[in-house]
């Protein structure tokens, strides 16, 4: 089983990035799939996620109208748009895979954002 993530990288506020999440080894379409990031000295936060296996998603009230996750389930892959980046994005950013009991977690991939 695998979770890579992708996409992160240095931007300036304002900036936009797209986050990709692609999954192996497990059946990618039985999976809730999230985002989540965790800032320096700071907790794991739920960032985005797909409700269930449907199309009902949930945001943050810090990024909402501002991020977008979407899947493709023929490309086993998740992403995360995010858009207007401020500093305060800055984290690693980790994809998750939920199947009660089951969950899987990507390594991170960093974005931070800065002039």
């Known amino acids: 089983v695998q979770l890579v993530e992708s996409g992160g990288g240095l931007v300036q506020p304002g900036g936009s990035l797209t986050l990709s999440c692609a999954a192996s080894?497990?059946?990618?379409?039985?999976?809730?799939m999230s985002w989540y990031r965790q800032a320096p000295g700071k907790e794991r936060e739920l960032v985005a996620a797909?409700?269930?296996?449907?199309?009902?998603?949930y945001y943050a009230d810090s990024v909402k109208g501002r991020f977008t996750i979407s899947r493709d389930n023929g490309k086993n892959t998740v992403y995360l748009q995010m858009s207007s980046l401020k500093p305060e994005d800055t984290a690693v950013y980790y994809c998750?895979?939920?199947?009660?009991?089951?969950?899987?977690w990507g390594q991170g991939t960093q974005v931070t954002v800065s002039s």
């Open positions: 998750r895979a939920r199947r009660w009991p089951t969950e899987y």
């Open positions: 080894g497990f059946t990618f379409s039985s999976y809730a």
């Open positions: 797909f409700t269930g296996t449907g199309g009902t998603t």
